[in-house]
C-alpha cells in the first residue's frame, strides 16, 4: 500500500527537514545503536529522504528504509545509496530477513491516527526484529502539539517561498 500524502511535499521535505538524521544519530547511538556491532541490521521505519539512514549506514550498519511514499524514497535513493528501500506503509511492511535494531524519528509515528493503526505498525516491528532487538522512535504527546503544532511559519529565500500552518484538534 502506497502513503501518497507526502509525495508533494517530499522535495520541500528533502531541502529543508532531511539534515536532521546528522543531529539524531548521535542519541541513537546512545539508546542502543552503538551495542550493536558492525553489520548488524538495522530498520529505518518511515526513513523519509534518507538523511539518518545514511548516516546510520556511514558507522556501518547495513540499513532498510522503508516509506509509504515513493517520492520521499526516490530521494533517499540519492541521499543513500547502498541501502535496501522498500515503499510501504507503515502499518504493513514486511521484510526479507530480521533486523537487530529499528528506528523512526522525527515525529513520523504522529501521523498514524488511530490506536488500532499505532498498534498495527508496533505489530509489524515486532515481527520485523529480532529476538531481543530494540525499537526507538519518539512521538509528540499533547503537550508537544499544543506548544508546536499551532501556528505557522516561513521559508524565505531567492528560489522559493513556503508557508507551513500547523493545527492541533485534540478529537
Same mark, same amino acid.
Given at each position: 500500500m502506497r502513503y501518497t500524502e507526502y509525495d508533494?511535499? /517530499?522535495? $520541500?521535505? #528533502?531541502?529543508h527537514w532531511g539534515a536532521f538524521g546528522e543531529r539524531v544519530v548521535g542519541p541513537l547511538e546512545r539508546l542502543g545503536l552503538d551495542e550493536l556491532p558492525p553489520g548488524s541490521r538495522v530498520l529505518d521505519l518511515c526513513c523519509g529522504t534518507g538523511q539518518l539512514a545514511? /548516516? $546510520?549506514l556511514n558507522r556501518g550498519f547495513v540499513v532498510v528504509g522503508v516509506d509509504g511514499s515513493e517520492e520521499m524514497i526516490?530521494? /533517499?535513493?540519492? #541521499?543513500?545509496?547502498? $541501502?535496501?528501500l522498500i515503499i510501504a506503509d507503515a502499518r504493513e511492511f514486511e521484510l526479507a530477513a530480521p533486523?537487530?535494531? /529499528?528506528?523512526?524519528?522525527?515525529?513520523?509515528?504522529?501521523?498514524?491516527m488511530s490506536l488500532d493503526g499505532l498498534r498495527r505498525v508496533f505489530a509489524r516491528v515486532h515481527a520485523a526484529l529480532k529476538a531481543g532487538g530494540r525499537f526507538v522512535f519518539d512521538l509528540n504527546m499533547e503537550d508537544g502539539f499544543l506548544e508546536r503544532w499551532n501556528g505557522a511559519f516561513v521559508i524565505d529565500n531567492e528560489d522559493e517561498f513556503i508557508v507551513a500552518e500547523s493545527s492541533y484538534d485534540p478529537e
Open positions: 508533494q511535499f /517530499a522535495e $520541500i521535505y #528533502n531541502r545514511a /548516516a $546510520i526516490s530521494h /533517499a535513493r540519492q #541521499n543513500a545509496p547502498g $541501502i535496501e533486523v537487530d535494531m /529499528a528506528v523512526s524519528t522525527f515525529d513520523s509515528l504522529n501521523h498514524v
